[in-house]
């Protein structure tokens, strides 16, 4: 079995209390080009490498999760890897950790619990750290993969309250992390102000993703008070952008220490 990397809950909590910011970046294993682009970009010269990567998609149809996870941990054994499943079927043992993702902005019962309780047995026999989240999925201008599979109507964008009171309900019921997610080439990321509201309200880090492809995206989210933005379909079309996002998170990140 291979060494396992630091526990990804200690680097959620560490960016929480901290005010720094983190990166992490979402690979679907259907997508092998984007992995070999992502490769190829990481051979040729010293780049900062995300905080964290997310494995999973809602559709996932080659069945390579393994595959994906091992290559990830030979071209970047320091990165823990996570996954991100859409289903019990996207389980793999030799990643880091697993979004223990229960939809609770939805009322599909099978994403509430249902397949939570198909997955226990098999996590408990695991070594995979298990992180209890609460998923909650935010109008983002179009209907997304994750809305259609979920079977799910996104929260409004326009109504924060609604966020927050759902995310207060998932706290109160014992989830430790949240992710709000504006779906995968959402036409408009999370808004600012629904994020803001959550920061202020949730005593627990924030995961943000969804339409980040741009800078100024990912500024404006972290500004907000996400803990953690979440990119990926904008690296597969530019893999130069993950740069461009670690590099101006690394000098936000050294202001606070400046500061």
């Not at 069945?63 to 996954?83: Q, W």
């Amino acid at each position: 079995m291979k060494k396992k990397n630091k526990a990804v809950s200690g680097i959620l909590k560490g960016l929480h209390a901290s005010g720094s910011k983190g990166v992490a970046l979402l690979v679907d294993p259907d997508k092998e080009n984007a992995l070999r682009e992502l490769k190829n970009l990481y051979s040729k010269t010293s780049l900062p490498e995300p905080d964290i990567f997310l494995i999973g998609g809602s559709f996932i149809s080659t069945g390579n999760i393994a595959e994906t996870v091992d290559s990830l941990s030979e071209n970047f054994p320091r990165v823990p890897k996570v996954l991100f499943p859409g289903s019990v079927l996207q389980l793999c043992e030799n990643a880091d950790g697993i979004l223990f993702l229960s939809l609770i902005s939805g009322r599909n019962p099978e994403l509430l619990i249902g397949q939570h309780v198909l997955a226990a047995p098999q996590l408990s026999r695991s070594d995979l750290e298990v992180l209890p989240t609460g998923y909650l999925q935010i109008e983002g201008g179009k209907l997304t993969s994750a809305n259609y599979i979920s079977q799910s109507i996104p929260i409004p964008r326009d109504k924060p309250d609604l966020a927050l009171a759902t995310a207060m309900a998932g706290q109160f019921l014992g989830l430790k992390y949240f992710y709000l997610e504006a779906g995968s080439g959402a036409l408009q990321p999370v808004p600012p102000a629904m994020i803001s509201l959550l920061k202020k309200g949730l005593k627990a880090p924030l995961i943000v993703g969804g339409g980040i492809n741009s800078v100024q995206k990912a500024k404006d989210a972290c500004s907000a008070g996400a803990d953690l933005i979440v990119i990926g379909n904008e690296v597969e079309k530019n893999p130069d952008f993950i740069v461009e996002v670690l590099h101006h998170l690394r000098v936000y990140n050294l202001s606070l220490n400046v500061n």
